[in-house]
């Protein structure tokens, strides 16, 4: 199993581009995540999945859009990118459960826009 | 919003040594859980301690949790330079409010040969 996978893992965009980070797992994890990690800000959630079809908003959303049409992909959307959006991004996924599970992580992409 | 701080912020110590982590947080919990991210990687869980436990253990890892002090540590014995990494703790609270964890700042784990 390749767990979660992130595509790409380094981009370069200016000021006002768009561009599509594409998370995907290969667990069947009904849950997936959208986190963006700067230094001494921990992670911090910008929008999640619990099922195909369905997204929600986390804690940081301004300036992202998400979409989960299939369940094993997760897409995160920059409409028009702003400085402040240079960071990394982590994708996460976990099995649904009241029990609670761990989450598994991507690798990252290391987004810079100038 | 971020629930756990961890404490200390940095910690330096020599390879045999071992290593202390805090955590604490707010509200009431489900479980608490403990990852590592080493530099310029994901995060790979470690250990899930549920709140009706005390203290788990796997292999050179030991965390304890108190939920009346809402805290919980994290001991990595016979620390190894591999162990260099920043350390999270993430709480998950009961049903209707367990979808998303709620993240820490991390501990940053320097472990010299």
């Known amino acids: 199993n390749a767990g979660v996978t992130q595509t790409p893992k380094f981009r370069v965009l200016k000021t006002g581009q768009s561009m599509t980070l594409l998370c995907a797992q290969d667990m069947n994890h009904e849950y997936m995540y959208w986190y963006r990690q700067d230094p001494g800000m921990g992670l911090r959630l910008i929008h999640y999945s619990v099922g195909e079809g369905t997204t929600a908003k986390g804690e940081v959303p301004d300036g992202y859009n998400v979409s989960r049409l299939k369940k094993q992909n997760f897409l995160l959307g920059l409409e028009s990118a702003a400085p402040s959006q240079t960071s990394v991004y982590f994708c996460?996924?976990?099995?649904?459960?009241?029990?609670?599970?761990?989450?598994?992580f991507g690798p990252g992409t290391r987004l810079t826009v100038t | 919003s971020q629930q756990g701080e961890e404490d200390p912020q940095a910690l330096s110590i020599q390879e045999g040594e071992n290593a202390t982590m805090n955590c604490s947080y707010k509200?009431?919990?489900?479980?608490l859980q403990w990852y590592r991210q080493n530099s310029g990687r994901g995060l790979v869980h470690l250990i899930l301690i549920r709140s009706n436990e005390r203290e788990k253990h796997s292999g050179r890892l030991r965390v304890t949790l108190d939920t009346s002090k809402k805290s919980s540590s994290l001991l990595i014995t016979a620390s190894r330079a591999a162990d260099t990494a920043s350390y999270f703790c993430?709480?998950?609270?009961?049903?209707?409010?367990?979808?998303?964890?709620?993240w820490g700042l991390g501990t940053s784990l320097a472990v010299n040969p």
């Open positions: 509200t009431s919990i489900n479980n």
């Open positions: 996460a996924s976990t099995d649904a459960g009241q029990r609670g599970r761990e989450q598994y």
């Open positions: 993430a709480t998950q609270g009961y049903a209707g409010n367990n979808r998303k964890l709620i």
